[in-house]
């Protein structure tokens, strides 16, 4: 009997500390994610961040997909084209239409009620039993990043606050498709984020040259900086961001995107020279707490 406890201990603490492995590789994507803002304002041509998004999405899908050497089949063409969009194409347009239009800590804040988004999704796509206890720090985690990112000047811009909005939603809906979809059994995490990064750049492609039009010039920082979206926040944040979601609660998932823009605000600091003073210090805690938090089980209520 003695055994089998400490067998089962043994268990449960393996789990734990493969859960805990999982969801701090997961945790590198919006890590990564996060330094977009500091790469595409001081490393890029400007002008063109949907330029910037067509390099962090297609060359990285056209390397995984010529590593990995397997393309979807069957209605798995249709799933990867839908998934590619939402996680990545009309994600990374409305993302930067929405940080042209409004300052980085509205569009951040915006960007921050995905979590929320999620926590509703799952109830009606997953049937999963809504939680009070995810929507509270889903709503408290809004609160922290506004407190962090926010500043008394925050302009408002009607268009940006929508797209803002729409890129949280695909997100949303992006990343409660993928958790309801799985990944078919001849895909492994890089070949599913290949389908996906491909999908995305390929759709960004047109409405990058309509919008834009012809690709800027690239100077050596240029080409170090489409390198850094490219490798580390497209083609390995993204594997890790897949095999996350496959692997640990989508709502758990989603409040880690809450990290980009702590790790936005924490660059600003060491980059920019910017200052943050105790409001945002306060919400950094705020914030902080809310995604630990959110990869903890609800409490449950004792019956005696």
Same mark, same amino acid.
Request: hydrophobic share 55%; proline share 7%.
């Given at each position: ?16 500390? =493969? ?75 409305? $993302? ?13 804040? $915006? ?26 720090? =889903? ?42 979809? =799985? ?75 809450? $990290? ?45």
């Amino acid at each position: 009997m003695k055994s089998s406890v400490v067998q089962g201990v043994s268990v449960a603490k393996g789990a734990t500390q =493969g859960d805990l492995r999982r969801t701090a590789l997961t945790a590198f994507a919006p890590l990564v994610w996060g330094t977009t803002y500091v790469v595409i304002t001081e490393m890029l041509p400007p002008g063109h961040p949907l330029f910037a998004g067509i390099m962090r999405a297609l060359p990285a899908g056209l390397i995984a997909l010529a590593f990995t050497r397997t393309l979807p089949r069957g209605i798995w063409w249709v799933k990867a084209a839908v998934l590619g969009v939402l996680n990545i194409g009309l994600l990374n347009a409305l $993302l930067f239409i929405a940080a042209e239009r409004l300052p980085g800590g509205v569009a951040a804040t $915006l960007a921050a009620v995905q979590p929320l988004v999620v926590a509703a999704l799952a109830v009606i796509v997953l049937h999963e039993q809504p939680s009070a206890w995810r929507i509270a720090w =889903g709503v408290t985690g809004v609160v922290g990043v506004g407190f962090v990112v926010i500043g008394p000047n925050a302009a408002l811009d009607l268009t940006g606050i929508a797209a803002g909005l729409g890129s949280a939603a695909s997100m949303a809906f992006g990343l409660t498709l993928t958790k309801r979809w =799985g990944r078919p059994a001849e895909a492994s995490p890089t070949t599913f984020a290949g389908w996906q990064l491909t999908a995305g750049g390929l759709f960004l492609l047109p409405v990058t040259l309509l919008i834009e039009g012809p690709p800027p010039a690239i100077d050596l920082t240029a080409a170090s900086g489409y390198l850094w979206l490219g490798l580390a926040g497209g083609l390995v944040a993204y594997v890790l961001w897949f095999r996350g979601i496959g692997a640990l609660p989508v709502t758990s998932v989603a409040v880690l995107v809450l $990290l980009s823009p702590l790790m936005a605000a924490v660059l600003g600091v060491i980059v920019l020279g910017q200052t943050l003073g105790p409001i945002q210090l306060v919400g950094f805690a705020i914030c902080l707490a809310a995604i630990v938090a959110g990869q903890l089980p609800a409490p449950t209520r004792s019956h005696n």
